[in-house]
């Protein structure tokens, strides 16, 4: 098991939550390869020097272009922000690396069909990092749908709710500047639930939404009593809805908010079947309720599936029965599906093709809301 | 407390449960003036002389012409489907009489004009059956909301789920042809919805929606395999979902299906302001969700507040706390608000011209969805 | 359908639930006998008066020696406090009546001895209204053992939680006063998990247990500033707990308290088997949790069962699936059984002699509490 | 920071656990000392080497008299069988070193004295892994109940419950031998209970309590069809039940089985306090409900509060609000509070002495089902 070198681009909450997985992937799971922490990188010596140490990587670049050309790193991971993404990847893919990038792929569709051109080019795996479908009760509820056992497929229906830019005083960051973000909670968190949907359910034809922002205008970033409070405008959605229909006739809903009060972390959704249901909700994320048609007359009810047990997806390589996981697992369990797929010489999904569709998604809803009516996803890039 | 005599149009389901209000509002509320049960009116004679015997009617009649007319029936409720609303209304109203109608008020929203026009014609006191504003812990959102006390309000989620057609051998019930129920899931149980966010949110603006029917043809009713299956087209949708604005600046969500498995009568909203939020689900009909932001920082989380407080609304007329109540009482609040609005003269909220509203919003919908675009509720009937 | 003549004897919140199910039973159940209201009975004639007026009583008595000699009287219904339970009880058995009782059947072992033998000298029907067995999800939860679907019954875990005493400022009600209510939460709340516990499980053989006054003085009804502050001695238990095992060799726990702050009104229970277990909470009345060992490996959990459809017990009577009942319904479904068992000549469960065998258990826990060991229930009454 | 030099005797189930904690806990928590692993220690030479490689032991000993010895070893961690706990921790707390050992303590009254004698003896530091006291649910109701905001503590109601021993076919294995493992349920998962009631309420004053074992007999472990099968008794109880009183005038509830089919690993209790309640149940351990009875009277209601903010004890070092942790982060904030402990020359609680404590309990409750009666920890070694 020689391994393969890694080198992490970003060091941030994801670069902590990344660098959580390679370090405990080898402990919990058998691996081939494995992953070798080689160096993270990150343009602010001091804070790159010192995230090296205490997140465990034994040495660092402050330039990716020096870290995609190391001899040791055979993995670049991208965890920055959305609109750095397409020149890190394309330089990674270029030197012949493997590629992990965070999602949201890029910021624009054009952007991540480059990428997409180029990953097709270097012949290298590719993956993107929605690591909500590797929380085993989303897997378990893949397992029920793929073997049948919630029948046909009608109803989706997401919310992914947060609630931490409610106050007109939180500041004016990245994530609320179009120019880096691409977009708000359309593109940060609702892209999340429209993987999720493509995962689960399959590929959506069309869309039709709407955005809000309800505090337009706040605080630059350091900006205070002292100095004087300045303000900018807050210039991407604070929440977006949408309506989709599935290729295979399913119907759904979606929405994603950063304004619903009490909501820290709600990535939630229900699938409803011929002959069954399931739903989830990350803030429990080691349990899925689930419903069959067929149960018994009298006892017919969503049942509570703690999803602990040996034989539930990734489980059996944590602790017994009854005892959950948290949150950082599903990255663990993502790089455990990276480096099965690297040996196996096959992007494991959602690859840069699975990241493309969801951007189209992402823009289609956009184009909806511009347009006022049902858009398509636009998928000749790929 | 002389009273006031009760003529009731139809007793199925819905006689049975306004039926059990009448007998049941006086025994737990003082009201004046307190409903006299008159006579009950069904078409089948037989049939509506056992339901007056076991709903607590002294006298029956087979026509409703001749029930409007009978002097000792001074209020008139109509609870047959809702494509004979119409001609039962209007000869109540000429005939003088106090109405109240169950929802949906009409099949077309220029049925619904005439008849809003008709009750302003006759001055009498009208009102619309949306039984479930009467849930106790609906008027304690209400409450929350009027007192400021969730802020200003950004979302609306609602969601009515039910899955008894799910079966494509259920039979082409009445519910399901578009010539006797108007619309399906949208105008049976969404509207329950629109009338809930009127409620609570206000006044809606634009919609745009989706319909979809997942089983387009189904046996007649009666038909079986010895007499030959026969089979006819479901022409109303299974399912429907629309986004909506709202005119205070608040955004909404709503989905009408009977077709998720598992959810027998899933009545569900939450409502996110800018110092709180609120979720109900009728299911659990009791509790409301009460989330606050300003509650200190280490014990913030939804409560689950157990409606049955001497202080709730309508609680206090019941049970000690703790003790829950049950479907049909929403049907005697309703009856104890219409008795009240008779004394004052008012009419009670919903009245006809709230049906209107709520009848406008799902023909926007309709058009909506046929035009694919966002359409505007309108509103110059009123 | 003669019917069958009622009398009441007590008006205050049980005589309010009692006449609301006879109200309620003709219009929702095929009863033969119907009862018939004949006459509601209390010591103060202007408040009887008005109870019969509001609760649908043609007349009234002031003297229960009076009400059970009544021709119109075949049915005495006891719901007064329990020191006085005796003494009616025996006065409408000696008059040849069918009898049913509020729990308890009486403050000591010894009373209820008595009135056990007089209900076998008379003959008649008897009865004692421990009506939450009368919940449908407490019939499911029976019908599952019974059928042996949860197999060999190991544990039994029950707790009564009430806080309506907290406020030490509270006043010394009857229900404080041993010589008026027997014993505190133990006989009050404690009596109806006992009842459950032998409903669902069978026998108790033996128990040990504790019981606790932790606000030791309150002042006396009526007493206030002004007139000057008066306390007395509470001499009940506010709170108390006991193990149990019972005689098919499953062992339990109780506890019933009403100092459990926030909790109105849980009456709690769970029940676990070789083959599965069920969970109940009265808050939640109309659900059942289930859980079956046999269950797919993937899928096992705790369902929640809404126990409204047509086939769980009472349900088909009322109203659709997921329109759920409240607590006034479980005496609606006593009296049901009451008047089947008046037809059939046979008292229904739980009779007088089940409601002994709960006061034997009560009684041996409170002899336990003073031995400080473990006691039998005294059955030589039986 | 130099460090402390880091041992660990066993390395199975908790081997795994706390290794984990060593690794993680420099990685997310700034601690000094931090520890350093030195060496893991197992009698089976190629088990505990596969074990060094997995779980990230730079060396390993097959004879835990090497492993105390060594300069390199500052920190002691036993997590070997109950039986063999004290001959190590003897062993180590000669050799100066300072201990953490798994609980129980020992499998008997006896033994823990003897190893609490010694702890003092040696004056280095000594602490016992009760690990459930630091999820921070638990730790944000010890808050609450230090700063009085649950006022005082009149109820403990604990339940710990499994069922993975349900199965008759289940082999007898070495937690069912008392030889081995002192004792069943009791001990086990009982023992948590007690800890975190000593922790969250106090002392325990007197207790009584009652034992069962329902399956008496089990096939030995590798004993099967075709070798024969060969069964052994069960020496130790499947469940246990006592009640207690404290010494602050609260009374409590413990309950521990491992026949609670569908309950996998529900470690739960409820304390009711004058001014509020919480509950809390390990198989949901990020959340804590919380009642506060000052509460505005219209809004009362148990809030599910989500202990992941910054604020929240521990949480702040991990993820954003929303987003859970697991059942292995209790070890690392174990780990956390040993270091500061260690730097500050002060066993962190639980140390040997709560845990003696908590043996003593356990004790008394084992006393209290030979006697039938009620008995009282004895603390005469302390």
Same mark, same amino acid.
């Given at each position: 098991?020689?391994?393969?070198?890694?080198?992490?681009?970003?060091?941030?909450?994801?670069?902590?939550?990344?660098?959580?997985?390679?370090?405990?992937?080898?402990?919990?799971?058998?691996?081939?390869?494995?992953?070798?922490?080689?160096?993270?990188?990150?343009?602010?010596?001091?804070?790159?020097?010192?995230?090296?140490?205490?997140?465990?990587?034994?040495?660092?670049?402050?330039?990716?272009?020096?870290?995609?050309?190391?001899?040791?790193?055979?993995?670049?991971?991208?965890?920055?922000?959305?609109?750095?993404?397409?020149?890190?990847?394309?330089?990674?893919?270029?030197?012949?690396?493997?590629?992990?990038?965070?999602?949201?792929?890029?910021?624009?569709?054009?952007?991540?069909?480059?990428?997409?051109?180029?990953?097709?080019?270097?012949?290298?795996?590719?993956?993107?990092?929605?690591?909500?479908?590797?929380?085993?009760?989303?897997? @378990?509820? #893949?397992? %029920?749908?793929?073997? +049948?056992? $919630? /029948?046909? =497929?009608?109803?989706?229906?997401?919310?992914?709710?947060?609630?931490?830019?409610?106050?007109?005083?939180?500041?004016?960051?990245?994530? @609320?500047? #179009?120019? %880096?973000?691409?977009? +708000?909670? $359309? /593109?940060? =968190?609702?892209?999340?639930?429209?993987?999720?949907?493509?995962?689960?359910?399959?590929?959506?034809?069309?869309?039709?939404?709407?955005?809000?922002?309800?505090?337009?205008?706040?605080?630059?970033?350091?900006?205070?009593?002292?100095?004087?409070?300045?303000?900018?405008?807050?210039?991407?959605?604070?929440?977006?809805?949408?309506?989709?229909?599935?290729?295979?006739?399913?119907?759904?809903?979606?929405?994603?908010?950063?304004?619903?009060?009490?909501?820290?972390?709600?990535?939630?959704?229900?699938?409803?079947?011929?002959?069954?249901?399931?739903?989830?909700?990350?803030?429990?994320?080691?349990?899925?309720?689930?419903?069959?048609?067929?149960?018994?007359?009298?006892?017919?009810?969503?049942?509570?599936?703690?999803?602990?047990?040996?034989?539930?997806?990734?489980?059996?390589?944590?602790?017994?029965?009854?005892?959950?996981?948290?949150?950082?697992?599903?990255?663990?369990?993502?790089?455990?599906?990276?480096?099965?797929?690297?040996?196996?010489?096959?992007?494991?999904?959602?690859?840069?093709?699975?990241?493309?569709?969801?951007?189209?998604?992402?823009?289609?809803?956009?184009?909806?809301?511009?347009?006022?009516?049902?858009?398509?996803?636009?998928?000749?890039?790929?």
């Amino acid at each position: 098991m020689a391994g393969i070198g890694v080198g992490l681009v970003g060091y941030k909450f994801m670069g902590r939550a990344h660098s959580n997985a390679y370090r405990q992937l080898p402990r919990f799971f058998d691996v081939d390869p494995a992953p070798r922490m080689a160096a993270i990188c990150g343009r602010d010596e001091s804070g790159v020097r010192e995230a090296a140490d205490s997140l465990g990587w034994p040495s660092y670049e402050t330039d990716y272009r020096r870290l995609v050309e190391r001899d040791d790193v055979g993995l670049v991971d991208v965890v920055t922000p959305g609109y750095t993404h397409r020149e890190i990847v394309l330089a990674a893919l270029e030197a012949g690396k493997h590629v992990i990038c965070e999602k949201p792929l890029a910021n624009t569709l054009a952007e991540a069909g480059e990428m997409l051109d180029a990953a097709r080019a270097a012949g290298t795996i590719n993956a993107v990092c929605f690591n909500y479908r590797r929380a085993p009760a989303v897997q @378990l509820a #893949k397992k %029920l749908i793929d073997e +049948g056992r $919630l /029948g046909t =497929i009608r109803h989706w229906r997401a919310t992914y709710l947060q609630d931490f830019i409610m106050d007109p005083e939180f500041p004016l960051i990245w994530r @609320l500047r #179009k120019e %880096l973000a691409g977009s +708000g909670a $359309l /593109g940060d =968190i609702g892209a999340h639930s429209v993987d999720l949907a493509h995962f689960l359910v399959g590929g959506i034809s069309e869309v039709t939404g709407m955005t809000q922002t309800f505090v337009k205008e706040r605080p630059l970033e350091g900006s205070d009593g002292e100095t004087g409070r300045v303000t900018g405008w807050v210039t991407v959605d604070d929440a977006a809805a949408f309506l989709a229909r599935f290729e295979n006739g399913a119907v759904g809903t979606f929405e994603a908010t950063r304004f619903a009060a009490g909501r820290r972390n709600k990535n939630a959704f229900e699938i409803n079947g011929s002959k069954g249901s399931v739903a989830f909700d990350l803030e429990r994320m080691n349990e899925l309720e689930v419903f069959f048609v067929d149960d018994d007359a009298d006892v017919q009810g969503f049942r509570t599936v703690n999803v602990t047990e040996p034989g539930h997806p990734y489980a059996g390589a944590w602790w017994p029965p009854g005892h959950i996981i948290g949150y950082e697992h599903t990255f663990v369990h993502t790089m455990k599906d990276l480096m099965d797929g690297i040996r196996a010489g096959e992007s494991p999904a959602p690859t840069f093709e699975d990241a493309y569709r969801c951007q189209a998604v992402l823009d289609a809803v956009e184009r909806s809301v511009e347009v006022g009516g049902w858009t398509k996803p636009e998928l000749g890039g790929i």
